[in-house]
């Protein structure tokens, strides 16, 4: 494949304009470039405000690619509203409008986030113990993630093991 001149943020906005809903490998078919690089420029528009990112879930026990859209502007709107370009007449949330969250289970955790729902899920069960593979799959986590944070809540006494093999943990009884 012969390598694309600069391709610019607008570029990349005009193509998620006229396609939205793409992943990253989509986008970098359409404009030539590679999945990687595609996937950076998408994340840095991300962080300026200029893309939304569908978290992709799950969908037959594999993670989904996520989905890419371009973030409405008050001018893209004004354009959208009275049908012309660049939307199509297809209305888009403006700028300062709330979009629709994903489900929490889809996308990714803030710091700390994950042992709260491990801790939730065991306190609503005082009486059962889990292991990390009930427990990922449960709250629709990663069983390594379970386990590493499970351990962690065991040394600060928050959760209690009460099976060495397979693990099981229940939580602390309060003091």
């Known amino acids: 494949m012969a390598r694309p001149l600069q391709i610019t943020d607008d570029t990349i906005l005009d193509a998620l304009a006229a396609r939205p809903e793409v992943t990253s490998t989509d986008l970098a078919e359409t404009l030539g470039i590679g999945q990687s690089t595609a996937a950076k420029r998408l994340a840095a528009l991300e962080a300026g405000g200029s893309v939304r990112r569908t978290p992709g879930g799950r969908e037959a026990g594999r993670r ?63 009486g059962e113990s889990f292991g990390p593979a009930a427990l990922g799959k449960a709250l629709d ?35």
């Open 141 to 175: 986590r990663s069983q390594g993630a379970i386990s590493n944070s499970l351990a962690t809540m065991a040394a600060r006494g928050e959760v209690v093991l009460v099976g060495d093999k397979p693990r099981r943990y229940r939580i602390a009884e309060p003091l």
């Open 64 to 126: 989904a690619p996520d989905r890419w859209s371009a973030v409405a502007t008050p001018e893209v709107a004004a354009a959208d509203l009275i049908g012309g370009e660049p939307g199509g007449g297809e209305l888009r949330p403006a700028a300062g409008e709330e979009t629709p969250e994903p489900p929490a289970a889809a996308g990714r955790l803030g710091r700390g986030e994950l042992g709260s729902l491990v801790r939730d899920y065991l306190a609503a069960r005082p």
